[in-house]
């Protein structure tokens, strides 16, 4: 099980879940990335930003 960054939620990760996958959670929405499924560890997703064509 691992544990929001944000809220401090435990979060329960699928059995098909990928490092990378991006997921929410489920108290307080926060958008995050699997980081690690052996040992479950989830942290912020990157925010993308716009690289305005370069």
Known sequence: ?????ECAA???LESNAMVG???YC??????LEILN???PEV???PQVEED???
């Open 1 to 5: 099980m691992a544990q929001c960054p």
């Open 10 to 12: 435990d979060i329960t």
């Open 21 to 23: 996958e991006i997921i």
């Open 26 to 31: 489920p108290d307080c929405n926060a958008e």
């Open 37 to 39: 499924v052996e040992q």
């Open 43 to 45: 942290g912020l997703a």
């Open 52 to 54: 305005w064509g370069e």
